[in-house]
């Protein structure tokens, strides 16, 4: 079997003045992953980091794309509304092409939901009736589909949306957990590569435990053409969140809801440093497995949810350390207040 890895290295190698060079060399964190223990309760520690080790692991020095905050709408979902069985939740999604900063100066041309890879994020309480108004703004047909229990007729495969036209989807909303939306117009593998999915969560009548929330959507990008990814990330932007650190409270319940919506590679990871997470596949149900490492498929999503133990940066990444050199990595800052 050929080891695409290696051709993809060569392939970046190779070219490299597509901005890559100069910054992934400066940025390659987890070649360093153990080190990363240096001083990791430190106050500040990213600088910390940047002077005890020669590759910059953490902090703003990192090169990554965006300024802070920039990805908050990606990350934090809108709050949970208690049930009210029958309430519309309206959502608005226009599909457009868009160029967007995937890693540190390299664009791909995009094929987006409200002008984001991933899309906004979706949430309704089970029980609402879900209503998207979808209208397609761009160069090619496309649809959404949704994850979860509905009517054949809103399932996002034959009613594809042409461009100018638009398709209003409407189905109550369940069942609870993580679920995802994405186009299902052929060829399937593109219309997902270009950048067309999202979150779509939807919770119990019963609320969960009050929580810190995340979201966190795994893809990739394959920014020369060639069918492989040459970069990695969680909502859209390579090393960002090791550029900027998500502050959590030690204090706190944190909760992610993780999906993954990586093309051409099998499986996506989430690993965690330092700390052991409970993870409910598809969130649907209140079985979980107690552990610091879980692996998707394309598709597959689940629920994470951990108190930390320690205070300090705490890095995530994907396990594959290809993924993780290629942008799927960042750190949780865990504070006391
Ligand atoms: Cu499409």
Known sequence: MAKKGTTRREMLARTAPLALAMPMAAALPVAGLAQGADNPGDAGAGAAVAEHNHTVHVGPDVLAPGEPGELDALLVPPPALSAEPGRVRRYEIIAEDREIEVAKGVFFPAWTYNGTVPGPIIRATEGDILEVAFTNAGSHPHTIHFHGIHPANMDGVFEIVEPGDSFTYRFPARPYGMQLYHCH??????????????AFIIDPVVPRAPAKELVMVMNGFDTDGDGENNFYTVNGKAFYYAKYPIKVKRSELVRIYLANLTE??????????????????????????????IMQCQGERGIIEIEFANTGLFMFHAHQSEFAELGWMGFFEVVDE
Do not use: E, M, V, W
């Open 185 to 198: 117009a052929p060829p399937l593998k593109k219309h997902i590569h270009k950048g067309l999915y999202g």
């Open 264 to 293: 051409f590679d099998l499986i996506n990871s989430f690993h965690l440093h330092g700390d052991f997470f409970r993870y409910y596949p598809t969130g649907s149900t209140d079985q979980f497995q107690y552990t610091d490492t």
